[in-house]
């Protein structure tokens, strides 16, 4: 099964922090940092919310992109 297109991007910063980048319709391509722990985690939010500049993208919800997309940086 393929991979849906996604408006975001994302990026290992350190064992515990990654860095998503939005591609959004207003071309602000806003940051949005994510620190992943065991029990929990932190988002610092400063995305668009559901609008894609490119109108074939699928997955343009960020929690569905945090639960369900595979991250290939950095050795998954």
Not at 19 to 38: C, H, N, Q, R, S
Not at 52 to 69: G, I, Q
């Amino acid at each position: 099964m393929e991979t849906p297109l996604t408006c975001f991007a994302c990026s290992r910063l350190n064992e515990t922090t990654f860095m998503i980048i939005e591609d959004d319709k207003l071309g602000e391509y806003p940051f949005i940092y994510a620190k992943v722990y065991t029990s929990v985690l932190i988002l610092i939010d400063t995305g668009c919310g559901r609008v894609s500049r490119d109108v074939l993208v699928k997955v343009t919800c960020l929690r569905v992109f945090l639960e369900t997309y595979p991250i290939v940086d950095n050795d998954n």
